[in-house]
């Protein structure tokens, strides 16, 4: 079992910045792909962005890529989820995911409770 434990989410201003952090125990955190998800009232989840296990390859979602960086510290046991220029239309439940894959899959094995984000205009 990993569990993962989000921060870092709050109410800002477009054009503002957060930084999401996702604390992960339970098993050896660089076997895992972590990914970020994100899931808006009425929409369904969507894969924000994802990170391998060593951190060498980056995936971004088209209307993140640019203004959000994912990254983790294998030392930390931490993944986080920067994000800049946020607009209204990022207001969502951030969820951090992990996998034991080289990439998260759309349906990752372990989630984490959630943390909310809105960005007012």
């Known amino acids: 079992q990993v569990q993962l434990v989000e921060s870092g989410g709050g109410l800002v201003q477009a054009g503002d910045s957060l930084r999401l952090s996702c604390a992960a125990s339970?098993?050896?955190?660089?076997?895992?792909?972590m990914g970020w998800f994100r899931q808006a009232p009425g929409k369904g989840r969507e894969l924000v962005a994802s990170?391998?296990?060593?951190?060498?390859?980056?995936y971004y979602a088209d209307s993140v890529k640019g203004r959000f960086t994912i990254s983790r510290d294998n030392a930390k046991n931490t993944v986080y989820l920067q994000m800049d220029s946020l607009r209204p239309e990022d207001t969502a439940v951030y969820y951090c995911a992990a996998d034991p894959l080289s990439f998260v899959r759309v349906t990752p094995i372990y989630w984490g409770q959630g943390t909310q984000v809105t960005v007012s205009s």
């Open positions: 339970g098993r050896t955190f660089s076997n895992y792909a």
């Open positions: 990170i391998t296990r060593s951190g060498d390859m980056t």
